[in-house]
């Protein structure tokens, strides 16, 4: 997903059903209550700023 890649392209790569794909992207998008790629990608940046040291 952070790739940009689509749950087909992911299934084909991870020799699973693109079914299968979407129903983990689902469980994710819940754990981390997010509803996008987008919110999904601003929070890997905020949590990126937490865990780096600052100099």
Do not use: C, D, W
Not at 8 to 13: G, T
Not at 30 to 40: G, K, T, Y
Request: avoid cysteine; aromatic fraction near 2%; proline fraction near 4%.
């Amino acid at each position: 997903m952070a790739r940009g890649l689509t749950s087909k392209q992911i299934a084909r790569l991870a020799g699973i059903s693109p079914l299968t794909v979407r129903t983990h992207r689902r469980a994710i998008f819940a754990l981390l209550q997010v509803h996008s790629i987008a919110e999904l990608s601003g929070l890997r940046l905020a949590m990126t700023e937490i865990n780096t040291p600052s100099e």
